[in-house]
């Protein structure tokens, strides 16, 4: 009775109960690789937090912040300090880093210590608030490149969906069919705007954000406090000067290193549906490139790895690529990955075509697939 299995527990006057053996829909296959590849992820520890890696990391930046705060009192009202500000810029970054790992409980067992270490490095050093970006984040990683749900494209300055750039008139049809040129010098403007969402969210009573109190104190001493001591210490010319470099590098920077992981791939329509592992990392690219890239990026060039395991520290993200690459492999999944200057033309390329309404080379595979299968 191979099509059916048999009960004790089942029996009723004697006779067994027969209850068929339900097929599992095709999809569970996709689930239970999965599992595999994280059982193995698992057993080679890369799944383990090291706090330590973490506390050599904020000692560092620490030791940077003083050196920064030193070399500012010591200049001046000097325009060398223009180069301080991009050294600013430079920390603030990185600090961004460490909350993205912290907002991903990358760093503590306890949810509350990631959460405090997230919003305190990302309200008090960055200028960004945790409320936020934990609700905008949290719906990119569900659903990257998703149109109508991962914020992260949602049209903009710029435009990353053809049906959008084609109802555009006037000057900004007119901008968005050379987007693409104008994309580093907008990633200048791209900390200014996260500036002012991060206020509108803490300030809106309408939204959801914990800790609130805590969080507009500190975006105050951010945003507020630490700008008055600049122009009140280098006068107005020179503060103001400081002021527009670091908030211009910082968006570079920061722009700069989270754009190339999904600007230029697929774009998946708002009613398909794709399982996990297609929907990482179809929609993801890798940056190549060696340690230089990987200190540079945080640990964001390895955009895969993280998309499948959010949690899994930032360090270890490179030991688990060969994994994950070789899975992909075996499943003959697109494993996308390329160098940084690369990226930036592939995503510069992408916006101007975008521009142009050319729809066809951004379509899902899965979904083109879909479409000549009928």
């Known amino acids: 009775m191979s099509s059916a299995t048999l009960d004790s527990t089942d029996l009723l006057d004697g006779a067994p109960a027969v209850r068929p053996v339900r097929k599992r829909p095709a999809r569970d296959r996709h689930v239970t690789d999965f599992i595999q590849l994280c059982e193995q992820v698992r057993d080679a520890g890369l799944m383990e937090r090291d706090i330590k890696w973490y506390v050599g990391r904020f000692v560092r930046q620490g030791i940077g912040y003083l050196a920064v705060l030193a070399l500012f009192l010591t200049l001046g009202q000097s325009w060398w300090q223009l180069a301080t500000a991009v050294l600013f810029a430079f920390l603030c970054t990185h600090t961004a880093f460490l909350s993205h790992d912290a907002a991903h409980r990358q760093v503590f067992a306890s949810a509350k210590k990631n959460a405090w270490l997230a919003r305190i490095s990302g309200n008090l050093f960055v200028g960004l608030s945790y409320g936020w970006w934990m609700n905008k984040h949290g719906k990119h990683h569900l659903n990257p490149n998703k149109i109508g749900v991962d914020g992260d494209i949602d049209p903009g300055a710029l435009v990353f969906d053809p049906e959008n750039a084609a109802k ?24 200014l705007d996260l500036h002012i ?16 109190k805590a ?20 006068g107005w010319g020179l503060g103001l000067a400081f002021i527009a470099v670091q908030v211009m590098a910082l968006g570079l920077y920061m722009g700069g290193s989270f754009a190339p992981n999904h600007k230029g791939m697929p774009l998946v329509p708002k009613d398909v549906k794709i399982d996990f592992m297609r929907r990482q990392t179809l929609m993801s690219r890798n940056i190549s490139g060696g340690w230089w890239v990987d200190a540079g990026m945080g640990g964001l060039n390895y955009q895969i790895e993280h998309h499948l395991f959010p949690t899994m520290s930032s360090k270890n993200l490179k030991a688990v690529q060969p994994m994950v690459r070789a899975y992909c492999a075996e499943r003959n999944i697109t494993y996308t990955e390329t160098t940084l200057g690369r990226s930036y033309m592939i995503v510069m390329r992408y916006l101007n075509r975008v521009g142009l309404g050319q729809r066809d080379p951004f379509e899902c595979p899965i979904t083109a697939q879909l479409r000549s299968a009928r």
């Not at 693409?180 to 907008?186: C, D, E, T, V």
């Not at 969402?197 to 609130?212: F, G, H, L, T």
């Not at 507009?216 to 009140?232: D, E, G, N, S």
């Open 168 to 191: 555009r008139t006037g000057f900004a049809k007119w901008f968005a069919r050379r987007q693409g040129a104008f994309f580093f010098p907008l990633l200048t403007l791209a900390m």
């Open 197 to 212: 969402s991060a206020v509108r969210r803490v300030v809106d009573r309408k939204q959801i954000v914990p800790e609130r």
């Open 215 to 234: 969080e507009i104190a500190m975006l105050v001493v951010r945003l507020v406090i630490l700008p008055a001591f600049t122009v009140w210490f280098l």
